[in-house]
């Protein structure tokens, strides 16, 4: 069995539960060419060639997730990390950080011997974190040279190397009528309304009935510049109010 600098098997000694056949979208993942020995963790290309375009053995670990590193982080410092078990050492001597803490697009990494795993150790893609709980992409874990995904501890590995994590999804903001005006900013948070007219429907003067006896008070209650007015019920009636738009005599109506 070849070891050295470029980085070979990364097999464990157990098979795991939950683990699930698929390729995973590596490009490599029906590579048997001449002269592939499956036995030896060697799978080849068409010519013969068994080292990849990021510069690991095809099918092994280290190469899924140099190509993970690449094609999903947008990575590019991926090559000469070696074994599996040698990528923490060496990426702290690359000056990343390397912690038990793990991220989405971080490299889990399990030193020789780490949980079952051979004296090779082995390295995985961290897809999503939930609490202790680490959903891993992977390459030659359960099976020679094939795909896995699973659920693994948090604390089950030698560590998590933060190459270029995947940045988090910020949550959308509320936006109780859908008419994407955020809650927070919109003036009719309850009915549709254009973003230009801050979350509320517009409406022209001429639109609009009035019944009973009001007195229109005229003035900027917004402090937006722009005129508005004010309906005011006298005694237990209700007060309404138009907004000024940018509009000439169109007004947005809030209560």
Do not use: Q
């Not at 955020?182 to 309850?190: A, Q, V």
Request: aromatic share 14%; proline share 7%; hydrophobic share 30%.
């Amino acid at each position: 069995m070849r070891l050295g600098l470029i980085g070979w098997a990364c097999l464990f000694l157990v098979l795991p539960s939950g683990a699930s056949a698929d390729t995973g979208g590596y490009p490599y993942a029906s590579y048997l060419g001449p002269g592939s020995h499956p036995a030896d963790y060697e799978w080849t290309d068409s010519k013969g060639h068994p080292i990849s375009r990021y510069g690991y053995y095809y099918r092994n670990c280290t190469d899924f997730v140099a190509w993970k590193l690449a094609t999903t982080n947008m990575f590019g410092d991926y090559r000469g990390f070696g074994n599996g078990g040698t990528w923490g050492s060496r990426a702290k001597g690359r000056r990343y950080t390397v912690n038990m803490t793990p991220k989405p697009g971080s490299a889990a990494w399990w030193g020789p011997y780490k949980s079952g795993v051979s004296e090779f150790g082995h390295v995985a893609w961290v897809k999503s974190v939930s609490g202790n709980s680490v959903t891993v992409l992977e390459y030659n874990f359960s099976r020679r040279g094939s795909f896995d995904l699973r659920k693994i501890s948090r604390t089950s590995v030698s560590g998590y190397i933060h190459f270029k994590d995947l940045k988090s999804a910020k949550p959308k903001p509320k936006d109780a009528d859908k008419d994407g005006v955020p809650d927070k900013s919109d003036r009719c948070p309850k009915t549709k309304g254009p973003k230009s007219n801050n979350g509320c429907p517009r409406k022209k003067a001429g639109g609009f009935t009035v019944k009973g006896t009001y007195a229109p008070i005229p003035g900027d209650f917004n402090g937006d510049g722009k005129a508005d007015i004010l309906w005011y019920g006298p005694g237990d009636a209700f007060d309404s109010m138009w907004y000024g738009t940018s509009n000439p005599g169109e007004f947005a109506t809030g209560v």
